[in-house]
């Protein structure tokens, strides 16, 4: 299996607090996505990165910023979470984006 | 407009069967990906697929570039078999490249 590990895996936090999630690689794939999957939209991209410092906004990125200031670590953080920000959240890896995707266990995010 | 459209959304199946998901996309691409998702879990890749077909076990690949559509068959289903099929293809945006998803066929395969 692929070494990427999501943390946390579980979390549930208030309306407008921050919370931040993180995705550590060890393949050293250069390029690492956040995607959130809800029921009836599939997995929809939130934010990508194609190297250190170097990211790029999906189709859902609003509320939503990253950081990437190594290889192995891309971070997810909700600005002021929102009860619409209640998903699962999964990271991916990739070499390129036409070469075999490896996916994180995935975070469960409750905003009540 | 979705770029990657998969249908049919849902399939139910009986043990025995086969199976066949379709994948239909909008844009150029270099290769296609097809993943699993089973109930309450994490995603796990299948295959990638650039050109003509490729088989591991019970499933198998199809993809015809010039139609822009891909299938994943899986002969004599099986209840594990039960689960979310998605496909994924790359494209290229900014001289990056990022992954773009179907909406998923939930596979259930009954005994």
């Known amino acids: 299996d692929a070494g990427i590990t999501q943390s946390p895996r579980h979390k549930v936090t208030e309306t407008g607090t921050p919370v931040t999630l993180r995705c550590h690689q060890t393949?050293?794939?250069?390029?690492m996505y956040w995607y959130r999957q809800d029921p009836g939209h599939g997995l929809r991209l939130i934010h990508y990165?194609?190297?250190?410092?170097?990211?790029d906004k999906g189709e859902v990125s609003d509320g939503y910023s990253v950081s990437r200031s190594k290889t192995e670590d891309f971070l997810l953080t909700l600005e002021s979470a929102t009860s619409s920000q209640t998903s699962v959240y999964f990271c991916?890896?990739?070499?390129?984006?036409?070469?075999?995707?490896?996916f994180g266990q995935g975070t469960r995010l409750t905003v009540v | 407009k979705n770029e990657v459209e998969q249908s049919p959304q849902n399939l139910t199946a009986q043990e025995g069967e086969f199976i066949t998901i379709n994948c239909s996309y909008s844009?150029?691409?270099?290769?296609l990906h097809w993943l699993q998702q089973h109930p309450g879990g994490g995603i796990v890749s299948l295959f990638m697929?650039?050109?003509g077909k490729k088989k591991h076990g019970r499933l198998i690949a199809t993809i015809n570039i010039q139609e822009k559509h891909s299938s994943l068959h899986i002969t004599a289903s099986h209840p594990r078999d039960s689960a979310v099929y998605i496909c994924?293809?790359?494209?290229?945006?900014?001289?990056?490249?990022?992954?773009?998803f179907g909406k998923g066929t939930k596979l259930t395969v009954n005994p």
């Open positions: 991916a890896i990739s070499v390129r984006g036409n070469t075999e995707a490896f």
């Open positions: 393949e050293n794939h250069r390029y």
């Open positions: 990165s194609y190297g250190v410092k170097d990211t």
């Open positions: 844009v150029g691409i270099s290769a």
């Open positions: 697929l650039s050109s």
């Open positions: 994924a293809v790359p494209i290229t945006q900014g001289g990056s490249e990022k992954l773009v």
